[in-house]
């Protein structure tokens, strides 16, 4: 089930020019943003936020057309997202945080490292690729990878309705144990991704990765990324594969595996996912 956020955290839709991002944040001290991927929202945060608030702020946006966040009719490259994340800093007067990403949050967090590279103090980088970064073009490849090009407005009307039964595809076949994912949470973002404009949204995160690839080598060319990262795999899913990858973008990276997990570590596996993020993020 979702958990909810620690006493504390307060809700704050933020104005950051074309869009306005649905925001949780509390605590004091260093701050920590975390950026969910698709499937997710900001609440996939629960946990981590309550074991971080004692001695961190915590900062845990929707993803622009995602969750709660605004539908703006373009800039879903990760790049522009990057750029939201900033502006969500600014707002909240964080100059500087630590950076927790999962699935398409590792991409706007890379992208969001790479321009900003004096506002990442460490990054937690979870289970999924860069667009046009190392094996990229193989991982297209795979099978599993179809729904990266699923969208467009036929696309639209087969889902519209059956937010669920699409949901659950991913949850179902990228896990290592569905039943961790819970009735109550598939429940909970699938109503999220029902609401108006938000699948829509979410198929322009993946139409974007043509234009993030091209970014991403442009970012990569100019040199790697110094701040630590610690680069996690779940065993049943990215593994190792996961650290290969961000050593081609950063020169300071820890590899962490967790056992017995898909690609949905905080459904699966909470704990071991959150003591390895705590005990890196300190």
Not at 24 to 41: Q, S
Not at 162 to 191: C, G, M, Q, V
Not at 231 to 245: E, L, M, P, R
Request: proline share 6%; no cysteine; aromatic share 8%.
């Amino acid at each position: 089930m979702i958990k909810p956020f620690p006493s504390g955290t307060r809700v704050e839709e933020i104005d950051t020019g074309d869009v306005t991002i649905h925001t949780r944040a509390g605590g004091a001290g260093p701050a920590v943003i975390m950026l969910h991927g698709f499937a997710d929202t900001g609440d996939m945060w629960a946990e981590l936020a309550t074991a971080l608030i004692g001695k961190h702020t915590v900062v845990a946006p929707d993803l622009r057309g995602m969750g709660l966040s605004s539908h703006p009719p373009a800039g879903y490259d990760k790049k522009t997202q990057a750029q939201d994340v900033a502006r969500v800093l600014d707002k909240l007067g964080i100059e500087k945080a630590d950076l927790v990403t999962h699935d398409i949050g590792n991409m706007v967090g890379y992208a969001f490292a790479a321009q900003f590279p004096a506002r990442v103090t460490r990054w937690v980088a979870m289970d999924a690729p860069l667009p046009g970064i190392g094996p990229w073009d193989e991982i297209l490849k795979s099978p599993m990878l179809w729904h990266f090009n699923f969208r467009g407005p036929d696309m639209e009307r087969l889902v519209a309705g059956r937010e669920r039964i699409y949901l659950d595809r991913f949850w179902n076949d990228l896990s290592a144990n569905p039943k961790a994912i819970d009735e109550a949470t598939r429940d909970h973002y699938a109503a999220l991704y029902a609401r108006p404009g938000n699948m829509h949204s979410a198929f322009e995160q993946f139409a974007a990765f043509a234009q993030d690839a091209i970014d991403n080598k442009a970012f990569a060319a100019k040199g790697k990324l110094a701040m630590p990262v610690l680069a996690i795999g779940a065993d049943k899913s990215f593994g190792t594969v996961q650290a290969d990858v961000l050593r081609i973008v950063a020169s300071d990276v820890t590899g962490q595996g967790i056992a017995d997990s898909g690609h949905w570590l905080m459904e699966e596996q909470p704990a071991a996912t959150v003591a390895a993020i705590t005990a890196f993020l300190g």
